[in-house]
């Protein structure tokens, strides 16, 4: 049985995003004093005593943000026909606004169970001051404040209550089958390389808003996907820039990329095919990688330049530790996406792969045997075994005469033939020289 749903919607500023921190008891949600920080889709896990469910915060309805509006509001509109339960997140201080009575006659139409969430309750004594709430036709008002969690475990109590009468149960949910973890998948790339496109494609339908202006995305959009290539979570992030040159909101939204890193196993890197692979590009692939994800390159835009492959292979070879493979795309069209999809379930396979000790060894014999170790005062280096200990990702011990005797570079020569013999191109290796 699937996890259950529930839709946070409302008016710009309402406190929709802050209530989906407090209520999960995380800061997965951008939350700004400007409005209309929300634009796309976001899902949340939590549980409430043996009761797992996702909040989906969503856009405000009746956005004041006049370049995206109609966009907010189809994910709003989206996020209310997928959801099993609504909460309707009103400023109880301003009162009901015109677009709040115009977000109710929708939620009245899709026939789903409704709680009126009275946020802004900042004072306890002020409780009795939300009749005017009632005047949205959808029941008693629940008073709570996001911000300091007032009123919050009332209403958990109150969302656990109204997914058991409506059958969703989350003892069902914890008898499910299916016990593989999902691969988590990180999208990230420069602002406006075609993130969000390409994140629409795979999971097949407009998740997140996609314009050709830069920074439509300020959040991280978390997606369950799976298909024939695995089990995975894609996520969506905001465009990535030098850190020096961002600031408020979208200051934010880059930490939250950096974070979605931390949380991945691997990292699809998008590159715009019609300026190549750029310096921009090259960092944020070695930022993946320092934050220890396996990195694929797509080339998107393929439908509008063809660099060539070979040229932009060469490069990401010279300049990234990871030798990433490069997969040309195009979000626009869909060629090269299921290619995408194979690679990255190929590349997460090498990040959790555990390599057998005697196959390694043999391995190792190749090559030392190809480049005999450095020598330092009459001494070479000598390495007598290698054993790895640790996956995802992937971490090997080499036993040695002298660790003192290893240099840089003949530690990324182990490294780099390492990841060539087992197919690891993409994946990072962490190996451990010991003296034995």
């Known amino acids: 049985m699937r996890t259950p749903l529930i839709a946070v919607v409302g008016c710009p500023n309402a406190g929709k995003s802050t209530l989906i921190n407090r209520l999960s008891g995380t800061r997965t949600a951008v939350v700004h004093e400007t409005p209309g920080v929300t634009r796309d889709r976001k899902q949340v896990v939590t549980e409430w005593r043996g009761r797992q469910f996702g909040l989906v915060d969503t856009g405000g309805f009746a956005s004041d943000d006049a370049t995206f509006a109609n966009e907010i509001r189809e994910q709003v509109l989206a996020a209310v026909r ?11 201080q301003g009162g009901p606004l015109a677009g709040d009575f115009e977000l109710a006659d929708v939620l009245r139409r899709a026939r789903l169970p409704v709680l009126v969430v009275a946020n802004k309750v900042d004072n306890p004594r002020r409780e009795n001051e939300t009749g005017d709430l009632y005047r949205l036709g959808l029941g008693d008002p629940l008073p709570v404040s996001a911000l300091h969690g007032t009123g919050t475990g009332d209403l958990l109590d109150r969302i656990a209550e109204v997914l058991d009468e409506a059958g969703l149960s989350s003892e069902e949910q914890q008898q499910r089958s299916d016990t593989q973890e999902p691969t988590a998948v990180a ?32 959040d991280a959009i978390d997606v369950a996907v799976e298909n024939r290539h695995g089990r995975f979570l894609f996520v969506d992030t905001a465009g990535m820039r030098k850190a020096a040159k ?34 921009l590009d090259v960092s944020i692939a070695a930022e993946a990688a320092k934050r220890g994800c396996a990195t694929v390159l797509a080339l998107n835009k393929w439908d509008l330049a063809q660099p060539p492959l070979s040229e932009v292979a060469g490069t990401a070879a010279r300049k990234l530790r990871q030798r990433p493979a490069v997969v040309p795309v195009s979000a626009l ?62 971490r090997f011990s080499v036993g040695v005469n002298d660790r003192s005797l290893v240099t840089r570079d003949y530690g990324y020569f182990v490294e780099n033939r390492l990841r060539t013999a087992f197919g690891l191109e993409g994946v990072p290796l962490i190996i451990d020289f010991k003296t034995t």
């Open 82 to 92: 997928e959801a099993d339960l609504i909460l309707f997140v009103v400023d109880a």
């Open 187 to 218: 999208i990230v790339g420069r602002p406006n390389a075609g993130k969000s496109s390409l994140f629409n494609a795979i999971v097949g339908e407009a998740r997140t808003i996609v314009s050709e202006i830069p920074g439509t995305t300020r």
């Open 246 to 279: 961002v600031s408020g909101v979208e200051y934010y939204a880059y930490l939250r990329s950096l974070q979605s890193l931390d949380r991945a196993h691997v990292a699809i890197v998008v590159a715009d095919a019609t300026l190549g692979l750029g310096e």
């Open 333 to 394: 069209t869909g060629r090269g996406v299921g290619q995408l999809l194979e690679r990255v379930a190929a590349v997460g396979r090498g990040y959790a792969s555990r390599l057998p000790t005697a196959v390694l060894n043999r391995a190792m014999a190749v090559i030392v045997a190809e480049r005999a170790g450095p020598a330092r005062a009459g001494r070479r280096l000598k390495v007598y075994y290698v054993t790895q200990y640790q996956t995802a990702p992937p």
